[in-house]
């Protein structure tokens, strides 16, 4: 869910950038960066001892 969601917030920024004069390739690498930040921080949330599970 938390990347869909990041993925439309993007889109969503390329769709506004573009109609108010950005080139469409600027505002496509900002959607890129938003997905990209998304996934690493899906990846790396398991690994900080916060989110761990106890064994308990």
Known sequence: MFLTTA?????LAWIVL????AKAIDAFLLTVLII???????LMLPAFPSH???DD
């Open 7 to 11: 993925a439309t917030v993007g889109l």
């Open 18 to 21: 573009w109609s108010i004069g």
């Open 36 to 42: 990209v930040v998304a996934t690493t921080i899906k």
């Open 52 to 54: 761990r599970r106890s």
